[in-house]
């Protein structure tokens, strides 16, 4: 198993919050070798820690100023698979979850306005078959957007043993908070 450390905490903080820095300028930050810098980025992408990169668009630069959570009741939660197999055709869902508690799927969604939403509620999700009710809860102000916090540790047991990184990928060891 391999560890994360805190050099690798520091690569992970400098390029999420700006992708684009080139890997020179991370490793003039981090004193270390450019090709030290690619080389643990890409153990980290190997190992499934560093997930996607690119860019946030602004939903609303492209008209989209509405921005609402749909929690889903579904007839039976054996339906989950089929149901999310027909949201992904709905270009405007952006997330979706298989929730516990009273819905049985949040999906976060983007409309131009009201009458989208409207259409987007009544036709397309409520018209989805095994769909039973939705609630819709606008959003009015997004006041935090971040990445999990970097230092990991497993607050439910009384060791400070490190924890394991699940995957199908390599594992990695993530170190406790310093």
């Known amino acids: 198993m391999e560890k994360i450390d805190k050099l690798d905490k520091r690569i992970m903080e400098i390029i999420s919050a700006n992708a684009r820095i080139p890997f020179k300028d991370v490793a003039a930050v981090c004193g270390v070798s450019r090709a030290a810098i690619h080389q643990r980025v890409q ?3 190997d190992a499934n820690v560093i997930v996607g990169s690119g860019y946030d668009i602004n939903p609303k630069s492209l008209g989209y100023n509405t921005c609402t959570y749909v929690g889903i009741r579904l007839e039976k ?3 989950y698979s089929r149901v999310v197999d027909e949201l992904r055709n709905i270009p405007e869902i952006v997330e979706c979850h298989y929730t ?3 819905y049985t799927m949040l999906v976060k969604l983007y409309a131009r306005d009201n009458e989208q939403l409207m259409d987007l509620l009544n036709r397309k999700i409520q018209g989805i078959t095994g769909v039973d009710s939705t609630e819709t809860l606008i959003s ?3 006041s935090i957007k971040r990445e999990v ?3 990991v540790t497993d607050n439910s047991s009384s060791t400070s043993e490190p924890v394991a990184q699940q995957s199908s990928n390599p594992a990695i060891i993530l170190d406790e908070c310093e």
Do not use: A, F, K, N
């Open 100 to 102: 516990t508690g009273p």
């Open 140 to 142: 009015l102000d997004q």
């Open 43 to 45: 153990r980290l992408i």
């Open 77 to 79: 939660g054996s339906m």
């Open 149 to 151: 916090p970097l230092c």
